[in-house]
């Protein structure tokens, strides 16, 4: 854990084969990461852009695309599971997430076998399968975990979201009948890269949107109390020279959660000592920034609504271009 006290952990929002072998290592060895996180962005980028994949790809012959992208995908998320298994072993995280086919997230039957057979294939109980909070999602969830399975549920904006996941967890913890680590993945970043313009242009502050949002949420999950449940935020790169590189992880901090992020953004977080809770945030700080918005005339919930849709199609379109590539 980064920070022993606050129960809080920085995981890295990035697999490459390379990588694996050299700086993730070193990351680990330092007492900085102690998981991490994947999706199809992620593997669309190490796929096309590194040669590293290029010898295993060569290889593979008389097989689907897709069953091409699982032999990669496997292998490296294998690899990293591998590296991470001492600590998980000693109970400190180290997890690593592989997300199922995005195109399966209305198909909650599709999405269960699929996550049972990753599981099983993969073979190594520090894996986290990851499955976006849709209403075939929450169904997914509960059977996963029912069975004992890590869920990272992803792709969650709205505290709606959150609650269905949380209670998916909680049916399927209560059927397993023993504790299953699960998270529930809030973005954050994309919210304000999608308001901040307008807000600007209202007189409104900037940069806060995406963190209240998160902050609404973090305290339901907390709330909820489901065992094993934490609360992971993600999308917390900075775009641009506006912010300080690290200003989604300081002022998310807060106790029992996970932070996944880029790697230069994590690095710049270690280079600031903060070790001080950001979370809670008075409930009053937050309905007032919220009533700005709603003043201003922005539909804060319709702009979450695009955010999830555009989030599942920017996955679906990586999968996609994976696919095609290979």
Request: aromatic share 10%; proline share 3%.
């Given at each position: 854990?980064?920070?022993?006290?606050?129960?809080?952990?920085?995981?890295?929002?990035?697999?490459?084969?390379?990588?694996?072998?050299?700086e993730f290592k070193a990351l680990i060895d330092k007492k900085i990461i102690n998981g991490a996180t994947s999706?199809?962005?992620?593997?669309?980028?190490?796929?096309?852009?590194?040669?590293?994949?290029?010898?295993?790809?060569?290889?593979?012959?008389?097989?689907?695309?897709?069953?091409?992208?699982?032999?990669?995908?496997?292998?490296?998320?294998?690899?990293?599971?591998?590296?991470?298994?001492?600590?998980?072993?000693?109970?400190?995280?180290?997890?690593?997430?592989?997300?199922?086919?995005?195109?399966?997230?209305?198909?909650?039957?599709?999405?269960?076998?699929?996550?049972?057979?990753?599981?099983?294939?993969?073979?190594?109980?520090?894996?986290?399968?990851?499955?976006?909070?849709?209403?075939?999602?929450?169904?997914?969830?509960?059977?996963?975990?029912?069975?004992?399975?890590?869920?990272?549920?992803?792709?969650?904006?709205?505290?709606?979201?959150?609650?269905?996941?949380?209670?998916?967890?909680?049916?399927?913890?209560?059927?397993?009948?023993?504790?299953?680590?699960?998270?529930?993945?809030?973005?954050?970043?994309?919210?304000?890269?999608?308001?901040?313009?307008?807000?600007?242009?209202?007189?409104?502050?900037?940069?806060?949107?995406?963190?209240?949002?998160?902050?609404?949420?973090?305290?339901?999950?907390?709330?909820?109390?489901?065992?094993?449940?934490?609360?992971?935020?993600?999308?917390?790169?900075?775009?641009?020279?506006?912010?300080?590189?690290?200003?989604?992880?300081?002022?998310?901090?807060?106790?029992?959660?996970?932070?996944?992020?880029?790697?230069?953004?994590?690095?710049?977080?270690?280079?600031?000592?903060?070790?001080?809770?950001?979370?809670?945030?008075?409930?009053?700080?937050?309905?007032?920034?919220?009533?700005?918005?709603?003043?201003?005339?922005?539909?804060?919930?319709?702009?979450?609504?695009?955010?999830?849709?555009?989030?599942?199609?920017?996955?679906?379109?990586?999968?996609?271009?994976?696919?095609?590539?290979?």
């Amino acid at each position: 854990m980064y920070i022993e006290n606050l129960k809080f952990s920085l995981w890295a929002d990035f697999i490459e084969r390379d990588y694996l072998d050299n700086e993730f290592k070193a990351l680990i060895d330092k007492k900085i990461i102690n998981g991490a996180t994947s999706n199809p962005a992620i593997f669309k980028n190490a796929i096309l852009t590194s040669s590293a994949y290029k010898e295993q790809l060569n290889s593979l012959s008389d097989i689907s695309a897709k069953d091409k992208y699982e032999a990669v995908a496997i292998y490296d998320i294998k690899k990293a599971a591998n590296i991470l298994r001492p600590l998980y072993d000693e109970k400190d995280d180290g997890y690593v997430s592989i997300e199922v086919d995005p195109s399966l997230c209305d198909d909650a039957i599709a999405t269960i076998a699929e996550g049972k057979r990753l599981f099983k294939t993969i073979n190594c109980p520090n894996i986290m399968i990851k499955v976006p909070a849709t209403s075939a999602g929450y169904i997914a969830m509960e059977e996963l975990t029912s069975v004992g399975i890590p869920v990272n549920a992803t792709l969650v904006f709205k505290k709606e979201q959150a609650i269905s996941c949380a209670n998916a967890f909680k049916r399927g913890v209560y059927k397993y009948d023993k504790i299953v680590d699960t998270v529930i993945s809030i973005f954050v970043s994309r919210i304000d890269r999608a308001l901040d313009t307008e807000l600007a242009s209202k007189g409104i502050d900037i940069a806060l949107s995406g963190i209240y949002n998160t902050a609404s949420i973090y305290a339901t999950i907390e709330q909820m109390d489901v065992k094993g449940c934490r609360a992971l935020f993600a999308s917390t790169g900075v775009k641009g020279d506006g912010l300080a590189p690290d200003y989604y992880i300081e002022n998310l901090l807060a106790y029992n959660t996970v932070n996944t992020a880029p790697v230069d953004t994590i690095i710049a977080f270690t280079k600031n000592s903060v070790t001080k809770n950001a979370l809670p945030i008075k409930k009053e700080t937050i309905d007032a920034h919220f009533s700005k918005i709603s003043e201003a005339g922005i539909n804060f919930e319709a702009l979450l609504d695009t955010q999830i849709q555009e989030g599942l199609e920017a996955f679906k379109d990586a999968f996609k271009e994976i696919l095609e590539s290979i």
